[in-house]
C-alpha cells in the first residue's frame, strides 16, 4: 500500500519535470489513449461509415438499394475479402506518420500502432486471424530508412491480439518507384509481381490479416494479396493505418458511375 503511494508520488512529480510530449507536434501534455495534445487527439479523422464494404473507401452518400459497394469493386472486386482504415492520412497525423517513416521517430510508434490496434478492435477479433503479414519493402529501402514501418505496426498488433506475425513470408522481390502521383492503372503495372512469398506453407489454408501503414487507392494491398492468396491462403483481409483521400477521391455507391481515377 505505501509502496504504492510512493510510486504514485514519484510518477506525479516526474511528470511535472518531464510533462508528457503529444507524438505528433511536441505540445507539452498528452491524453490517453493515443498520448496525444487536446489539439491533435481532438482532429484525427477516423475513417467511418459510409464506406465502401469492400474496400473500406468513403462513399458519397448510400445507394438507394441498400448495396454498400463502391462502382469499382463490383467492376473489378479487388482479392481480399475486405480492407479497413483507421485514420484519414491528414493534419497531426501525417506528420506523425513521416517523422516515423523517414525520421525514425521511433516514439511516434506507440501512438500509430495504439490507432491500428483501436481500428482492427472495430472490425474484427483475434480468432478471425492465423497470421499477420505486414507488408515488405525491398531491400534497398530497408537498408536506407532502416526499419520497415509496416512491421513495427504488425508487431505490436500481434502482441495485444496474439496473432502471430510472420515479418519474412511475404517479400518485395522488385524495387519499384514511388506510387504518388502515378495513375491507378500506372499504379497497377509499377506494382505488377513485385511481391513474393518466401515460404508458401506459411500462408497455405490460413487465414491472413495484411497490414501496412499508409494506402492510397489500395493497389498495393490487392497486389500483395493477390500474392498471398495465389500461394494458397483461404483468405486476405487487409488493415492500413492511414487512408491517403487524395489518391482517386471518394467512390461512388455503386448506382452512380464511377467518377474517380
Ligand atoms: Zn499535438
Ligand atoms: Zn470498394
Redesign the pocket.
Given at each position: 500500500m505505501i509502496r504504492a503511494y510512493i510510486r504514485e508520488v514519484r510518477e506525479s512529480f516526474s511528470s511535472l519535470l518531464f510533462p508528457p510530449v503529444c507524438s505528433f507536434c511536441d505540445a507539452l501534455g498528452t491524453e490517453e489513449p493515443f498520448d496525444l495534445c487536446r489539439s491533435c487527439q481532438c482532429a484525427l479523422k477516423w475513417v467511418s461509415p459510409p464506406f465502401?464494404e469492400?474496400?473500406g473507401?468513403p462513399l458519397v452518400g448510400l445507394s438507394s438499394d441498400g448495396i454498400n459497394?463502391?462502382g469499382?469493386?463490383l467492376s473489378a472486386p479487388p482479392p481480399y475479402t475486405r480492407a479497413r482504415y483507421a485514420v484519414f492520412y491528414e493534419g497531426g497525423l501525417r506528420d506523425g506518420l513521416l517523422r516515423f517513416k523517414y525520421h525514425a521517430a521511433l516514439h511516434v510508434g506507440g501512438t500509430l500502432s495504439a490507432l491500428l490496434i483501436e481500428a482492427f478492435e472495430k472490425y474484427w477479433r483475434p480468432e478471425d486471424f492465423h497470421l499477420i503479414l505486414p507488408v515488405p519493402v525491398h531491400r534497398k529501402r530497408l537498408v536506407q530508412r532502416g526499419f520497415n514501418q509496416a512491421l513495427l505496426l504488425a508487431r505490436k498488433l500481434s502482441r495485444v491480439s496474439g496473432i502471430p506475425v510472420a515479418p519474412r513470408t511475404l517479400v518485395k522481390i522488385r524495387d519499384t518507384r514511388p506510387q504518388v502521383g502515378l495513375t491507378l492503372k500506372e499504379r497497377k503495372i509499377n506494382l505488377s509481381k513485385s511481391f513474393g512469398i518466401a515460404c508458401a506453407q506459411d500462408v497455405r489454408d490460413r487465414s491472413i490479416l495484411l497490414v501496412d501503414d499508409v494506402a492510397t487507392t489500395g493497389t498495393t494491398l490487392a497486389e500483395a494479396s493477390k500474392t498471398i492468396l495465389d500461394a494458397g491462403a483461404q483468405s486476405v483481409q487487409a488493415l492500413a493505418l492511414a487512408l491517403r483521400a487524395d489518391g482517386a477521391g471518394s467512390?461512388q455507391p455503386s448506382h452512380v458511375p464511377e467518377t474517380s481515377a
Open positions: 465502401c469492400h474496400c473507401r459497394y463502391c469499382r469493386c467512390s
